[in-house]
């Protein structure tokens, strides 16, 4: 049973590393048709995450997965609860991944502006979801003595969980202007810079607030713990990085924001998985939800073998896509000929090579 510590931290990192990376791109699917004056624009902005977005939301499967795994009884009653809220979560994760993919099978203005509308809800929708959920778990939820869900869908927008998936949202906001900035040239890092200050504030506000409110909810003690008050000093050096224009340092103080706060909930959790607020005698921990000993021992040994292989290989893909991306590239080509006499594909770069790898045409 030494394990099951090890699995509580191995799906807090999962759960980290899925808001880290899938943060940036939540923004950048919120923020497209604002950083995006026309359709070049947009296809500029959609295609810095065309060769990520469907390896980040990996993250999120395995953490589910894990959850299953390791933790049955967590798994069980957690699904149970958030049945219609998860169904809402696949709707605008499906409709978000079909519209990268969709948006560009056809040139009318009206095919591609609803599903850079559909791209645009699916983005704000899943971070705000999955943050209510989150919430919810620390702050309680009636579950019964038999770690059966009690409560209604509408026993989920609690204040404190609402809170939880707004300052989400606001950190993906941010992050997914950081990106943007370091990943886009000329006006759209312009305006991306511009949207990043505008949101920096709002955003600040709501992160200091939300650790507040979770310290309030998950300690006895006065003082902020080391992870609360990395996360109140990473916002704040954010929010200056940004003024400062400093992209690449802005960056990594919302990325350090985003892991601080989804670490937070699990360390005000820990050693509950789900708190009962029927009564504290019915919270679901780690001890009596966990799997048995030797599926534990057999997880441990995959994760140990394969996890660094699968760091290395995102490190690699992230290492390949890290160049700018321009509205140039997607600019539309004058009618001319090749040396055969026909013409060039719409699609081309002015160079004659393919448009940059990724989804999102």
């Not at 579950?143 to 927008?157: A, K, R, V």
């Not at 404190?160 to 900035?181: M, S």
Request: proline letters at 5%; a positive charge; aromatic letters at 12%.
């Amino acid at each position: 049973m030494k394990l099951v510590p090890f699995w509580f931290i191995v799906i807090t990192v999962l759960w980290t590393g899925f808001f880290v990376l899938e943060g940036f791109d939540f923004g950048v699917g919120m923020l497209h048709g604002v950083v995006g004056k026309d359709e070049a624009g947009r296809r500029a902005a959609i295609n810095t995450i065309g060769p990520l977005w469907d390896g980040n939301e990996v993250w999120l499967i395995v953490a589910g997965a894990a959850m299953f795994a390791a933790f049955p009884g967590w798994y069980a009653t957690m699904f149970s609860a958030f049945y219609l809220a998860l169904v809402l979560l696949l709707v605008a994760l499906i409709v978000r991944g079909v519209s990268f993919e969709y948006r560009g099978k056809r040139a009318a203005v009206r095919w591609r502006r609803t599903w850079d509308g559909l791209m645009t809800a699916g983005s704000l929708l899943a971070p705000l979801l999955i943050g209510v959920a989150l919430g919810d778990l620390l702050h309680g939820l009636p579950i019964n003595s038999s770690q059966e869900y009690t409560g209604s869908f509408w026993t989920l927008l609690q204040p404190y969980a609402l809170l939880t998936g707004v300052t989400l949202v606001l950190i993906c906001l941010l992050h997914g202007a950081t990106f943007l900035g370091l990943k886009t040239t000329g006006d759209m890092r312009e305006r991306a810079g511009r949207l990043a200050r505008r949101v920096a504030p709002v955003t600040g506000a709501a992160v200091i607030a939300f650790v507040i409110w979770t310290h309030v909810t998950a300690r006895d003690t006065f003082f902020v713990n080391p992870v609360e008050l990395l996360a109140m000093l990473a916002v704040i050096a954010a929010v200056w990085l940004v003024y400062s224009r400093s992209d690449g340092f802005a960056f990594a103080a919302t990325t350090v924001t985003m892991a601080a706060c989804i670490v937070s909930i699990f360390t005000g959790l820990y050693p509950n998985v789900m708190v009962s607020s029927t009564n504290a005698a019915y919270n679901l921990t780690v001890h009596n939800t966990a799997s048995g000993a030797y599926s534990l021992k057999v997880m441990t040994v995959v994760v140990v073998i394969f996890l660094p292989f699968v760091l290395a290989y995102q490190t690699w893909t992230y290492y390949v896509f890290r160049r700018r991306v321009s509205t140039q590239e997607f600019q539309p080509l004058p009618q001319r000929s090749t040396r055969l006499g026909a013409p060039l594909p719409p699609t081309a770069t002015p160079d004659g090579g393919a448009p940059p790898a990724g989804h999102g045409n």
